[in-house]
């Protein structure tokens, strides 16, 4: 695994949410986004938040991954058959956290990333190849099988996969 390349990733990711604080005006933010349900506000919460999740995908991978393949198969499995219910919670919690404003956001998003950096850091070489299996219907980017590496390069293809659907002026 590039730490390095997962680390300014990261990075840019994070200087992005605060330009888009900085400079997305109150109508822009109001706006639908492109090909989601939420508004361009609601939507960069939702980019923070895609790094927020990791930090408990990533607790996940360690108890997890230390277990028998077959626990985290069916640990998958019954999370996939909640789907649905996942994904109201899912557009519900963005469109609530939509309501801190992108300059929180940002704030908030400083401290996630940190705090990621920390981690990776910590994290093993050994560890990084450790795995489990996932939800795959719960997002675009879950695998099946996803590793300690898979779940830190996660957010940011999240981040670019949802960047793309803001319909701010720029």
Not at 25 to 52: C, D, I, K, M
Not at 112 to 141: C, K, N, Q, T, V
């Amino acid at each position: 695994m590039d730490r390095r390349a997962v680390h300014e990733q990261w990075d840019q990711d994070r200087a992005t949410v605060h330009e888009l604080a900085a400079t997305a005006t109150a109508a822009e933010l109001r706006r639908p986004s492109a090909g989601t349900r939420w508004t361009n506000g609601q939507l960069v919460f939702h980019l923070v938040f895609g790094y927020q999740i990791v930090r408990a995908l990533l607790v996940l991978v360690r108890v997890f991954g230390r277990l028998p393949d077959s626990v985290s198969r069916r640990f998958a499995a019954a999370l996939n058959a909640v789907t649905p219910a996942f994904h109201v919670v899912n557009y519900l919690g963005s469109c609530g956290g939509g309501l801190i404003g992108p300059r929180r956001a940002a704030a908030w998003l400083d401290h996630i990333i940190a705090s990621l950096h920390r981690s990776l850091e910590r994290a093993a070489e050994a560890d990084l190849g450790r795995g489990m299996h996932y939800p795959d219907r719960w997002d675009p980017f879950f695998e099946p099988y996803m590793t300690l590496a898979d779940i830190y390069r996660y957010p940011a293809q999240h981040f670019a996969c949802h960047r793309q659907q803001l319909t701010l002026d720029r």
